[in-house]
């Protein structure tokens, strides 16, 4: 018996991996890089601090970590002040577990101002029992910490949970903690590989709670 349910929140929650994206480019452009989409997408479900790590070493950066995220989250609120919408049938499903007494988490590799945003125009924070950003977590998806951690905060067994994720790194976080997944196929998130999953869903909508609580 599944007894919560985590969401990963970009991608899943809310449609922000196109905007994500059009605001690491324009970061990496203020350096003189212009970088692609499907390079990026390869990072996607991780931290910001191991992925621009990354990049300023490949591309030999004169540039700290601290100055290109900032850059990036500059671009990015404006991006989402423009536009901050939850992907398809997600609330619906979220209202359902909670009717069910399912608990609810989030569990996101986006910092905790970030969450609180989205969840606040979303005007859904009051849905979730508890939140782990990537402050709360030392290593990043592929790593399971963030999920192991969701567990514990919610009183309840990994394989008492049920991980909704969009990405390969996520699924694989996911598995490695023990716990059952949806993989949600997102569009803006790339061609992710999320065949580890348990299921596979392209709308929220195709899901039936009481189907995947058991």
């Known amino acids: 018996m599944i007894k919560a349910v985590i969401f990963d929140m970009d991608g899943v929650i809310v449609e922000s991996e196109r905007l994500h994206i059009e605001a690491e480019q324009q970061a990496m452009l203020k350096h003189g890089v212009r970088i692609s989409a499907e390079e ?14 990354e990049l300023i070493k490949k591309y030999k950066l004169d540039a700290t970590f601290e100055k290109i995220f900032n850059e990036k989250e500059e671009i990015l609120f404006k991006l989402l002040e423009k536009e901050t919408r939850p992907t398809n049938g997600v609330i619906e499903l979220l ?7 399912v608990k609810l988490a989030v569990a996101s ?19 979730f029992d508890f939140v782990v950003s990537a402050e709360d977590v030392v290593h990043s ?21 049920l ?3 969009d990405a390969k790194l996520g699924v694989e976080a996911a598995k ?24 596979i869903v392209k709308d929220f909508s195709e899901l039936v709670v009481e189907e995947i609580i058991v």
């Not at 209202?95 to 007494?101: N, T, Y």
């Not at 399971?144 to 905060?153: C, D, G, V, W, Y």
């Open 40 to 53: 990026l997408h390869t990072y996607t479900g991780t931290t910001a601090m191991f992925m621009f790590t």
């Open 95 to 101: 209202k359902k577990l909670r009717q069910k007494g």
């Open 109 to 127: 590799s986006s910092h905790r101002r970030l969450i609180d945003y989205v969840l606040r125009k979303l005007d859904i924070g009051c849905l």
């Open 141 to 161: 998806k592929p790593n399971p910490q963030i999920f192991l951690k969701s567990a514990q905060a919610l009183h309840v067994k990994p394989s008492e949970c």
């Open 163 to 165: 991980v909704v994720e």
């Open 176 to 199: 490695r903690a023990g716990m059952r997944v949806i993989g949600y196929r997102n569009p803006d998130s790339g061609d992710q590989d999320l065949s580890e999953a348990d299921m």
